[in-house]
């Protein structure tokens, strides 16, 4: 499985940025996906779950701004983020969980300024 993230870039605190994350395969559909970030000197944290049916779960910082979403047509898995805040800068990652296998995208960096 191949991931490939987009959407990062600079905005101002209180902006809004979609990052999108392809994926190859042709079983997408049953893929779970979702997104970390990392920031400079702090471990990678899970950031929001979109599983292949259709749940989701975030982390409490991030809920009632951020929506994961998916196309299992296009095998896209978006992240759309509203109301940033400087605490979001980080580099955003998408993963695919297929049976116990972890898959990684290259990060995508969001700069929120203050």
């Known amino acids: 499985v191949q991931l490939q993230a987009s959407g990062g870039g600079l905005v101002q605190a209180g902006g809004s940025l979609r990052l999108s994350c392809a994926a190859s395969g042709t079983l997408f559909r049953v893929y779970d996906m979702a997104w970390y970030r990392q920031a400079p000197g702090k471990q990678r944290e899970l950031v929001a779950i979109?599983?292949?049916?259709?749940?989701?779960s975030y982390i409490d910082p991030v809920k009632g701004r951020f929506t994961i979403s998916r196309d299992n047509a296009k095998n896209t898995v978006y992240l759309q983020m509203n109301s940033l805040k400087p605490e979001d800068t980080a580099a955003y990652y998408c993963?695919?969980?297929?049976?116990?296998?972890?898959?990684w995208g290259q990060g995508t960096q969001v700069t929120v300024s203050s």
């Open positions: 979109i599983a292949s049916g259709g749940s989701t």
């Open positions: 993963n695919a969980k297929v049976g116990l296998t972890h898959y």
